[in-house]
């Protein structure tokens, strides 16, 4: 056999990452999408976390900062993911199909996680876009259940289309076999678009100034007294929620020293 014939080896996978491979794709949107793969028994997260993963490219390791969408117990992965056309990761990543092999780093972290918030009695999880991924995990993780009195899952997008999971929240969870009867009156989602008639609508920031968030859902408004707050989605978000949440008296959590709110600066944009 000559050389031309000789089948291309897949390039290794670097020590850092594991090679998993791609088991399910949905496309939401031409701007969103989600993917599963396998999961190495070995590959540990606490819900809420990150981790780098991507594609072998030119031989080379190429990756970003992605939460793990699934909880701690799947045996798989999910991701949520942008699309962004010029993006180096994301205009590659968009195409994976079943089958094809992505890098998961081996090392996990983010500050999204419980024990970076103090005790309290409910937990804000505020998400715009694709940051509502670190939330689906956290929405089905039994602990966070036990830790808090209501969890409130707050996802701010544009159209209706672009709110992935809405079926998770509303039916899903509420009839799951297992967690059912522990969300029942404690998980409560509150969706809302930007750009399209709905019945929830304007961003979160703007529900949050005037008090119609509070309303709706019946609750007091936030209060580090007794609220814990997660911020996960654009800059602009983020940036914003943080002035609120400061105003009132919240205190930035880190994995050195728990606070009442707590953000994930390490979001995908490419």
Known sequence: MNDAAMPTAAPAIPPAFFGERVTWVHHWTDRQFSFRCTRDTAFRFRAGEFAMIGLMVNGKPLVRAYSMASPTWDEELEFLSIKVQEGPLTSRLQHVAVGDIVLIGRKPTGTLVTDNLLPGRTLWLLATGTGLAPFLSLAREPDVYDRYEKVVVVHTVREARELAHRALFETELPAHEFLGEIVAGK?????????????????VTTLIESGRLFADLGLPGLDPAHDRVMLCGSEAMNRDMKAILEARGFQEGSNHAPGTYVLEKAFVTK
Request: no cysteine; hydrophobic share 25%; aromatic share 18%.
């Open 187 to 203: 998980l409560v989602y509150y969706p809302s678009l930007t750009r399209e008639p709905f019945h929830h609508q304007g961003r």
